[in-house]
């Protein structure tokens, strides 16, 4: 089946510092990748997404690209806020079959003022 | 419009009993996903109810199971717990089946088996 790998966090920076939160998956086929945020005591919530190869999803600043070569789906931002503290999941969708959503671990954002 | 809601908020239990978690989702939407997290193995799919019907099913023993009601809340029941039960189970929704990306997530139940 699918599987996601993320880069462990906790990762710590400071305002208006440049994010990469790496992304890996592995696939058998064509699937969707997503970027889903959990803020504290909040539920999932979907952040971007790409649906081919090369696709840029964007949103709130944030972008990843989708690399087929590279199976890689990494997520940055130019210039992060506190605001943007929060836990980060990289995740897949099948193209086929079951369609769930595959979520990596997680990786926790800690952006100090 | 209201969210994914889900109650309880916090659940503690012991070994061996059984637990019902409830999620009522977004008005209007019809599929409900329920996952599992946990520090170790992150978010796992359980499954999805779609129209009061299982339509797919991820890798957990029989002890869990769920039901979706004629007005698309959706009930997950754990029986027999165990210690690893322990978890986050967040309940999402979305308008159509599961090949409709856009999913919407609840706060959770954070379930406590001592």
């Known amino acids: 089946g699918d599987s996601v790998t993320q880069m462990e966090g906790p990762v710590t920076l400071s305002e208006e510092a440049f994010l990469t939160i790496n992304c890996t998956y592995t696939a058998t086929g064509y699937p969707s990748l997503f970027w889903y945020v959990q803020y504290p005591g909040e539920g999932l919530q979907l952040l971007l997404k790409?649906?081919?190869?090369?696709d840029k999803g964007s949103n709130k600043g944030f972008e990843a690209t989708y690399r087929k070569e590279t199976t890689s789906f990494h997520l940055e931002k130019g210039s992060v806020q506190v605001s943007d503290s929060a836990v980060y999941f990289c995740a897949t969708r099948e193209d086929t079959g079951r369609r769930a959503l595959t979520f990596g671990s997680g990786t926790r954002l800690q952006v100090q003022p | 419009k209201a969210g994914v809601t889900q109650t309880p908020r916090y659940l503690i239990k012991t070994r061996g009993q059984q637990v019902t978690l409830s999620c009522s989702p977004i008005?209007?939407?019809?599929?409900v996903s329920w996952y599992q997290q946990t520090p170790g193995q992150g978010l796992q799919f359980l499954f999805e109810?779609?129209?009061?019907?299982?339509?797919n099913k991820g890798n957990f023993p029989g002890r869990f199971s769920g039901r979706q009601f004629s007005n698309s809340r959706s009930e997950m029941n754990v029986s027999t717990l165990e210690l690893g039960d322990s978890a986050l189970y967040l309940c999402?929704?979305?308008?159509?089946?599961?090949?409709?990306?856009?999913?919407?997530f609840g706060s959770g139940t954070q379930l406590s088996v001592l």
């Open positions: 999402a929704s979305s308008l159509e089946r599961l090949t409709n990306e856009k999913l919407f």
């Open positions: 109810y779609f129209s009061e019907t299982q339509r």
């Open positions: 790409a649906t081919k190869a090369d």
């Open positions: 008005s209007g939407h019809r599929s």
